[in-house]
């Protein structure tokens, strides 16, 4: 069955720390990977895409990894703000279709 | 370029009663997708269309309908609501297929049915 499994469920760090949140799937075959943010009531908002060949993505303070072998992908936030506080979705597709699975999110607070 | 826009925001709905979520995209986006987002749960899709006139299930469809006329606009169509259709409905679109482009998301709809 394709899954799309994440942890921490939630996460409370410092204002200005780093933090990485990590994601398991069991998504095949294998066609890209995505995070999202999303901001209460709101909603997602892509922050990267990697395919099998892309092992590492940044988006400003937001830098993804992705383990094809081992099917982990690890969003690593640096120097957080407050503004990062937010739930953050890991998204896998099966195939370059319409089937996206998607994890139930990691929520982050930042706080001062 | 105001994206993907949804209508209402929030709806209190009777059990029975009926209604029409609203969804309209301005970036002449093929394909558009309805999602539910239940509490502590991920995004589940509920049908999806690729273009205009054309429509289909997703994985979780009963109790929903679609339609497609235009290229902008993509309603979902509760006919007779259920406590457990309370719950937060996004609508989504991309220019190609979702699998492989960028998707779009709208602010949501708060639906609860009591």
Same mark, same amino acid.
């Given at each position: 069955k394709n899954q799309v499994e994440q942890s921490p469920q939630s996460l409370i760090i410092l204002e200005g720390k780093n933090c990485t949140l990590q994601c398991n799937y069991t998504v095949s075959p294998f066609s890209n990977l995505r995070w999202y943010k999303q901001d209460t009531g709101r909603g997602p908002v892509s922050l990267t895409i990697m395919t099998f060949s892309e092992n590492t993505k940044s988006n400003g303070r937001y830098t993804a990894t992705l383990d094809a072998d081992t099917k982990q992908s690890s969003l690593h936030i640096t @120097? #957080?703000?407050? #503004? =990062? #506080?937010a739930s953050y979705i890991c998204v896998v597709s @099966?195939? @370059?279709?319409t089937a996206l699975i998607f994890g139930k999110g990691t929520t982050l607070s930042v706080s001062s | 370029n105001a994206g993907v826009t949804q209508t209402p925001k929030f709806r209190i709905l009777k059990i029975g009663q009926s209604m029409t979520l609203q969804c309209t995209q =301005?970036?002449?986006?093929n394909y558009m997708y309805w999602y539910r987002q239940d509490p502590g749960m991920g995004l589940k899709l509920i049908y999806y269309s690729v273009g205009a006139g054309i429509t289909d299930k997703g994985e979780v469809p009963n109790g929903y309908n679609v339609s497609r006329s235009t290229t902008e606009d993509f309603p979902l169509r509760l006919e007779l609501a259920a406590p457990s259709q309370t719950s937060v409905y996004f609508c989504a679109s991309t220019h190609r297929s979702a699998g492989g482009h960028e998707q779009y998301f709208g602010p949501g709809t708060r639906l609860t049915v009591t």
């Open positions: @120097a #957080s703000q407050l #503004s =990062d #506080s @099966a195939k @370059a279709g | =301005d970036m002449n986006h």
